[in-house]
Nanobody, 122 residues
Framework: QVQLVESGGGLVQAGGSLRLSCAVS????????MGWFRQTPDQAREFVAR????????DYGDSVKGRFTISRDNASAIVRLQMNNLKPEDTAVYFC???????????????WGQGTRVTVSS
């Protein structure tokens, strides 16, 4: 099993920054890809960013490209999402997830955290 715990969400004004963290524990040898997704009550869960756990290659959704950065802290098994130039449209619950493959699709992610709320005010 893999356990994921997100933290770092909060309230920020448009143009500001936040850094989310996802603490990863359990059988990490089963992980190939890590992803960040976000969701509002009336939307499907949206892909934000992904990373290959083993060596750190990354990929981003179009809506966040150039503003968000996903990275891994190997020493502490933490995946981070640095969010800069935040917009009100970024308001959502953000989830980290782990997969045995490399994908943008929700259905390929086996393990999920409980989410952390990000609110961006105008």
């Amino acid at each position: 099993q893999v356990q994921l715990v997100e933290s770092g969400g909060g309230l920020v004004q448009a143009g500001g920054s936040l850094r989310l963290s996802c603490a990863v524990s359990g059988r990490t040898d089963s992980i190939y890809g890590m992803g960040w997704f976000r969701q509002t009550p009336d939307q499907a869960r949206e892909f934000v960013a992904r990373l290959i756990w083993r060596h750190g290659a990354t990929d981003y959704g179009d809506s966040v490209k150039g503003r968000f950065t996903i990275s891994r802290d190997n020493a502490s098994a933490i995946v981070r999402l640095q969010m800069n130039n935040l917009k009100p449209e970024d308001t959502a619950v953000y989830f980290c997830a782990a997969a045995r493959g490399w994908s943008r699709e929700v259905r390929f992610y086996e393990y999920w955290g409980q989410g952390t709320r990000v609110t961006v005010s105008s």
